[in-house]
């Protein structure tokens, strides 16, 4: 049996969760500023290029910082299971609310549930991994290899499979897509 055959089981599962989270993650960043810099005709909000950079690094920032907050939360009230199901959910719920992205306020706040989730889901899923393994496991190295190729599946299905949607048929599609993958 290969190392990766000898995995616990809750590796899998978390791994394959992770694929759905990072290709939500990807698609936001890949087609954020695509879809804020379109012009109206084409489904887009129609930004100039300059506000479209701005929105996809102020959400970038808050995905980057929001974890420190989900950390804590994590650490000292929730646990981190729960973490990852409440920042599961709510990404989930962000994705979906970008089916009405064409109205600002629905817009916004499908950003910040995305960006909330991700704060819950990010920094707790890497640990809840960790706990899989006793101090020493030879294994460790080889799940955590497993886990964060999740990660590169997710961004390639994000970016192929999104802007394939939105080219197709439409940005709240694309974006809703994700949603659907985290389901």
Known sequence: ???????????????????????????LSFLLVLYASASVEKGG????????????????????TLPIIGSYFADSIIGRGKAVFIGGFVIILGHLLMLFSHYDPIFYL??????????????NISTIVGNLYKTGDPRRDAGFG????????????GGYLCIDMANRYSWNLAFSLAGIGMA
């Open 146 to 157: 497993l886990f964060y190729s999740g990660i590169n599946i997710g961004a390639l299905l």
């Open 45 to 64: 909000l129609g930004w100039s290029n300059a506000d479209s950079l701005t929105l996809a690094g102020i959400y970038t920032l808050a995905a980057y």
């Open 110 to 123: 499908a950003l910040f549930c995305v960006a909330a989730g991700t704060g819950f889901f990010k920094p």
């Open 1 to 27: 049996m290969t190392k990766l055959a000898k995995q616990p089981k809750g590796l899998y599962v978390l791994a394959f969760t992770e694929v759905f989270e990072r290709f939500s993650y990807y698609t």
